[in-house]
């Protein structure tokens, strides 16, 4: 089992940088694929990228590509999001996520272990 504790989150101009962060328990952490999804009030949960066990593939959705970075240190069991360049539009709820699955990753399903969120808003 994995326990997901999110961190960083808060109000930012457009344009702005945050970085989240993401904890997670256990000695099993570095076998898993790590993600970042978002939710905004109405939407659907969105995927934002995602990051293999060993940090050697990266992938991102299309509406962040080239603006949030995904990154982890299994030595700390910490992940963690990136963010430049923000937009209004990025305002959302992020949430880590953890699954065994190595395909398919932008899918919310393909993660077992969630935290609890972290809330950032982008101010235009």
């Known amino acids: 089992q994995v326990l997901l504790v999110e961190s960083g989150g808060g109000l930012v101009q457009a344009g702005g940088s945050l970085r989240l962060a993401c904890a997670g328990s256990?000695?099993?952490?570095?076998?898993?694929?790590m993600a970042w999804f978002r939710q905004a009030p109405g939407k659907e949960r969105e995927f934002v990228a995602a990051?293999?066990?060993?940090?050697?593939?990266?992938y991102y959705g299309d509406s962040v590509k080239g603006r949030f970075t995904i990154s982890r240190d299994n030595a700390k069991n910490m992940v963690y999001l990136q963010m430049n360049s923000l937009k209004p539009e990025d305002t959302a709820d992020y949430y880590c996520?953890?699954?065994?699955?190595?395909?398919?990753?932008?899918?919310?399903?393909?993660?077992?272990?969630w935290g609890q969120g972290t809330q950032v808003t982008v101010s235009s």
């Open positions: 990051i293999t066990w060993n940090g050697g593939s990266t």
């Open positions: 256990g000695r099993t952490f570095s076998s898993y694929t």
């Open positions: 996520a953890a699954g065994v699955y190595r395909s398919a990753l932008s899918r919310p399903d393909r993660y077992g272990y």
